[in-house]
T-cell receptor, first 113, second 114 residues
Framework: AQSVTQPDIHITVSEGASLELRCNYS??????LFWYVQSPGQGLQLLLKYFSGDTLVQGIKGFEAEFKRSQSSFNLRKPSVHWSDAAEYFC???????????FGAGTILRVKS | KAGVTQTPRYLIKTRGQQVTLSCSPI?????VSWYQQTPGQGLQFLFEYFSETQRNKGNFPGRFSGRQFSNSRSEMNVSTLELGDSALYLC?????????????FGQGTRLTVV
């Protein structure tokens, strides 16, 4: 069965520091991978997605992610974090028939000034 | 273009009652998916509708049901509510239903069962 693991439940970084959020997936075929962000009490906003092609994908708000098939990973990165980036981040894999998404447990990002 | 609209935003129901949640997708989108989000279980897929047909279903009891109308608006219904059904219910819409095209999420309906 498809699954997504986000090993870090909480991460705290200083404003201006770099960020990397980890994501590992389990999926038998070519994965369709996504990163979403959720602010408290809000829905999910897509940051970026990977379907095929270049393994380094650029997203909104200065985020990027790199797909590494050999490591079954799709880590999210940002070179310089802003206080407004504080939120919960979800990695997801498209799975099965139709448009089902399987989400990881999420990583809560705290930004300290 | 208006985003995905979910109504109501907040609901409080009593155990044993039933509830209906509504989702209006982005204009022109034909695929609507529903997800349940709880602190313990995270985000879990409930079901997906495309052109009024349920295309995929998650591992939830039969108390959870849904439907989609000809204008692509969708409703989900939960009967015989249990305390554990308290959650944020999110709806997501996609355009033509192309496999894994971008899903746009609504702000969710916060259901509290007391």
């Amino acid at each position: 069965a498809q699954s997504v693991t986000q090993p870090d439940i909480h991460i705290t970084v200083s404003e201006g520091a770099s960020l990397e959020l980890r994501c590992n997936y389990s999926y038998g075929a070519t994965p369709y991978l996504f990163w979403y962000v959720q602010s408290p009490g809000q829905g999910l906003q897509l940051l970026l997605k990977y379907f095929s092609g270049d393994t380094l994908v650029q997203g909104i708000k200065g985020f990027e992610a790199e797909f590494k098939r050999s490591q079954s990973s799709f880590n999210l990165r940002k070179p310089s974090v802003h206080w407004s980036d504080a939120a919960e981040y979800f990695c997801a894999v498209g799975a099965g028939y139709g448009n089902k998404l399987v989400f990881g447990a999420g990583t809560i990002l705290r930004v300290k000034s | 273009k208006a985003g995905v609209t979910q109504t109501p935003r907040y609901l409080i129901k009593t155990r044993g009652q039933q509830v209906t949640l509504s989702c209006s997708p982005i204009s022109g989108h034909r695929s609507v998916s529903w997800y349940q989000q709880t602190p313990g279980q995270g985000l879990q897929f409930l079901f997906e509708y495309f052109s009024e047909t349920q295309r995929n279903k998650g591992n939830f009891p039969g108390r959870f049901s849904g439907r989609q109308f000809s204008n692509s608006r969708s409703e989900m219904n939960v009967s015989t509510l249990e305390l554990g059904d308290s959650a944020l219910y999110l709806c997501a819409s996609r355009d033509k239903g192309q496999k894994f095209s971008e899903a746009f999420f609504g702000q969710g309906t916060r259901l509290t069962v007391v």
